[in-house]
């Protein structure tokens, strides 16, 4: 098991097919159990300051463009996206996220 942004979900294996490594690396997210982590303040608060700080590497109290690419490289594992540098296509869908207006 290895840890993403979502929680722990299974790690590929090497030597099975593509959609078999594919599948077991697939994290679900039910809407009800969002919702209730949303509706529960402190829980989601805690939830929220926990994350903030495993993600601001520095420590100075803000999320750079760099601290930012593991949660958005977990969320698009979590929603199908192919991984960053997978194809030109999925690139671009990184840079898209990337890009600061």
């Known amino acids: 098991m290895e840890r993403s942004w979502f929680g722990w979900r299974k790690a590929k294996k ?3 097919s593509k959609e078999e490594d594919q599948s ?4 679900v997210v039910d809407g ?4 209730e982590l949303v509706e529960d303040r402190e829980a989601f608060g805690m ?3 926990t994350k903030f700080t495993q993600l601001d590497a520095d420590g100075d109290g ?3 463009v760099r601290e930012l690419e593991p ?3 977990d969320i698009g594992a979590a929603l199908g996206l192919p991984a ?6 999925a690139d671009h ?3 898209e996220v990337r890009y600061v207006r």
């Open 84 to 89: 960053q540098g997978s194809s030109p296509n």
């Open 71 to 73: 949660a958005v490289a």
């Open 47 to 49: 939830f929220a300051d």
């Open 14 to 16: 090497g030597g099975g």
């Open 24 to 27: 077991q690396a697939k994290v």
């Open 32 to 35: 009800s159990g969002i919702r």
């Open 62 to 64: 803000r999320l750079s």
């Open 93 to 95: 869908i990184y840079s």
